[in-house]
């Protein structure tokens, strides 16, 4: 193949990539969970400046997973659940802000990120399910309005929403996520979806049993 292949987003490897983080007894590998948030910045990177804010806002919060796992107690942070574990028993969550001095916990980071995966399944379903006519700018606004927009600031909403009108039409975002066409798109967008919503839900469960889903 090209050289270059790997740097254009790729749907089948947003499906790979959520589909390998869940291992069989149901833990979520954090390594594969964020290589498809990666494959995900590709996507938005194709999409034009105007949503450099939301890439560059989504490779910080992957940064700062990763510098978790690089860190001195890297290992524990192989899962979503060892993660929640062990700042749990290190008093690290931050159910508190946390002191200024200390790095944004994995989980209040992770969280972040969950919130908007939310974002994606809502957006990718209202996609999938669109008449030829449908307009993805609606849907985004939509999808936002419900599973974002509640967690962010004023001059966020702001901002979000002057990138939405920057979206492609239906057409061209179905070019985007799938050259192959749109039958075949909206077969790959199902697989990708069921993913996902797996990856969500497990997330959840372990998020919502532990107090942890509105950490500041
Ligand atoms: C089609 C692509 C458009 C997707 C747009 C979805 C809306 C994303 C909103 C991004 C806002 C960026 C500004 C910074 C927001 C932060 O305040 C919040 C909360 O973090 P905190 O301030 O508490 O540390 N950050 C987030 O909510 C993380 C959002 C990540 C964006 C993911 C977008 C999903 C893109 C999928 C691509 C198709």
Request: proline share 5%.
């Amino acid at each position: 193949g090209s050289p270059f292949q790997e740097h254009r987003f790729q749907i089948q490897r947003l499906m790979r990539a959520f589909k390998a983080s869940l291992t069989p007894s149901g833990q979520i590998l954090l390594w594969e969970y964020l290589s498809g948030w990666k494959e995900l910045i590709k996507f938005m990177d194709s999409l034009g400046a105007a949503f450099g804010l939301v890439s560059r806002e989504t490779q910080s919060k992957i940064g700062i997973m990763e510098q978790h796992q690089s860190g001195e107690h890297g290992h524990h942070y192989r899962t979503v659940q060892s993660m929640v574990a062990f700042e749990l028993a290190r008093g690290l969550v931050g159910f508190q802000s946390l002191p200024e001095d200390q790095p944004p916990s994995g989980c209040r980071t992770l969280l972040r990120l969950h919130r908007a995966l939310k974002w994606l399944e809502l957006f990718l379903h209202k996609l999938s399910t669109s008449r030829k006519d449908g307009a993805p700018s609606q849907m985004c606004a939509e999808a936002y309005r419900e599973a974002l927009a509640p967690y962010h600031r004023w001059w966020v909403r702001q901002a979000v929403a002057l990138a939405f009108l920057a979206l492609p039409s239906r057409q061209e975002l179905y070019r985007l996520l799938c050259p192959e066409g749109e039958h075949q798109g909206q077969a790959l967008l199902l697989g990708a979806l069921g993913s996902i919503s797996q990856v969500y839900n497990i997330t959840q469960e372990v998020f919502a049993s532990h107090q942890m889903l509105d950490l500041p």
